[in-house]
């Protein structure tokens, strides 16, 4: 497939998403403070970024609301409480996970809704229940699109199949998932042609988020950039789960379209990110994510052993070879 | 050019050079404990790693050697204190700065040394002096390398010409080096396909030496690699001036030639690295780091800001941009 762009000129197919109170609130159970989240849509808005996620529609039945704060559930209330009617140029998203979401009742029709994009997660042995959600939220009126995660633990058929299933469904874009910071570019390289084939043949746009356990989160994101895809998700800093995400910093440098501008990015960095990251929030490469990326497990194991503090890296690797 | 080498196969022509003590030596002033220096040649030669590179050969006459740690003049005995006469299938490597280094006289026989490999550092304008030097190592009888600092502030056609020397040249080795972490995978493949193509004519290896400003050094490293080139430095979390180099850790865990064994090197990280950050040695990815990187300049300034604990990144950048 051959590259699509270069390093001079601007794709107006490319899509920024701002994921940091998605997968950053995986790091700090969604308790984020109102002022860091009205700082960060007004950054976002200020920057260009295209979407920017607030949250996860998690079930009330199945989590209690006590325990998280409020982005684990994204009220609608809530969102326009920050948006009000969102009269900016960038669209909302949320991720409703599969099994975790009580989709029917809990997403509105959007013209009720201040929502533009609903995010299906789902591992790929539950495309059926995905492609379900993926046509409620699409009659329902919204852009969607459908994030198959772990897709480095996915058998080559079986990917096959579920982008096949995806092509038929009304989803507007397919996600390529590096859930455990596994991948290297060269094997986003073929992920990439898989997904672009298939999104070329039936109309779908194709999107990446990626993880980065072996720093690999940011060039990644451009190597599957450079095969045409287009929608690219990063968060403030690489704010994310275990070791984090592609940097948003990063990739608004990286990108030439007039339409972005880093430097509000900047200014959200030194007022929002470092003072949490002085609270004692923790993320970022470190040996034990690195482990897990490369032996291309959950990085559960990993996120238990910094919060100890281990440093024992021998140890615990060989600990992690045990239960492979 | 064609990809070299899979992910699953090895290629007998990779070897891997650590830079630690020299590339990081630029952070502490080269003032490592012995305790350090010997930890790090024993992992070094327990990993597999192919060369270790003990520091500079600087000029006594331009440096006062008590304002530095031993490793910035590699005194012969200073390194036979470490590795006595070197009885392990590691080669030893130092570095030659041109303009900075009394070669003629600093650098004896290698019959008489148990040094294997001399690395000259040389900038673009300085290449007549540079093709000096490698003669003289040669004459000696070292293995030689060039490394062109600075490559991504090159006119191509300056850098064709400087090439081309060098393919005429008796240097085994020609380094594509990307001092200020400005280059991006995209950029590393253009440039190791016109070396390797110089390479080829001339029967010379292609090396790699990156830095890790837009966290891409491993990722140009292995872009690098994949393309046909040879010599890959890294060094031991990264350590190396500003934001450091590509990381041995993310290295070894990548190559699969049963040579390496990443083990020893967790080890070495958990016993004499984490001490040293802790003592107060700063290095890694930052802001200001990114900003130099993004903008092609020599990372001094961010080597300030660091160091003066700025965090007005907004305000950096905007100095920059007036710098440039």
Chains 1, 2 share one sequence.
């Not at 109170?21 to 403070?33: A, M, S, Y």
């Not at 996600?175 to 043949?201: A, T």
């Not at 746009?205 to 929608?231: C, D, K, M, P, R």
Request: hydrophobic share 40%; glycine share 8%; aromatic share 10%.
């Amino acid at each position: 497939m051959a590259q699509k762009g270069d390093l001079m000129t601007v794709r107006s197919d490319i899509r920024v998403v701002d994921a940091t109170l998605r997968d950053g609130g995986l790091v700090n159970n969604f308790e984020f403070t109102d002022e860091f989240v009205n700082a960060l849509y007004r950054a976002n808005v200020k920057a260009g970024v295209d979407y920017m996620e607030f949250g996860y529609k998690a079930s009330k039945e199945l989590f209690d609301v006590n325990k998280f704060g409020k982005w684990k559930f994204c009220n609608e209330e809530d969102i326009r409480a920050v948006v009000g009617d969102n009269n900016s140029d960038m669209k909302i998203a949320v991720m409703a996970d599969v099994g975790r979401t009580d989709y029917e009742t809990d997403i509105v029709d959007r013209s009720d809704s201040v929502i533009d994009l609903i995010r299906v997660a789902t591992y790929i042995h539950q495309m059926p229940t995905a492609i379900r959600m993926v046509e409620d939220a699409k009659k329902k009126g919204y852009e969607v699109s459908c994030n198959i995660m772990a897709v480095s633990k996915a058998k080559e058929s079986d990917l096959a199949q579920a982008l096949e299933m995806l092509g038929n469904s009304p989803v507007d874009v397919i996600y390529l998932v590096d859930s455990y910071g596994s991948l290297v570019p060269e094997q986003v390289r073929r992920l990439s042609e898989q997904y672009l084939e298939v999104g070329e043949k039936y109309g779908k746009q194709i999107g990446i988020h990626a993880h980065n356990n072996q720093q690999l989160a940011f060039a990644n994101t451009i190597e599957a950039l450079s095969n045409g895809v287009s929608y690219l998700d990063a968060t403030m800093n690489g704010m994310g789960r275990g070791c984090g995400n592609c940097s948003m910093e990063l990739l608004l440098s990286f990108l030439k379209n007039p339409q972005y501008n880093v430097y509000p990015i900047f200014r959200f960095l030194q007022n929002q990110i470092l003072p949490l990251r002085e609270s004692g929030v923790v993320w970022g490469y470190d040996i034990p994510y690195l482990l897990t990326g490369k032996l291309n497990q959950h990085p559960r194991a990993a996120i238990e052993a910094v919060k100890q503090g281990r440093t024992d890296y021998a140890e615990f690797y060989t600990e992690l070879l045990e239960n492979e």
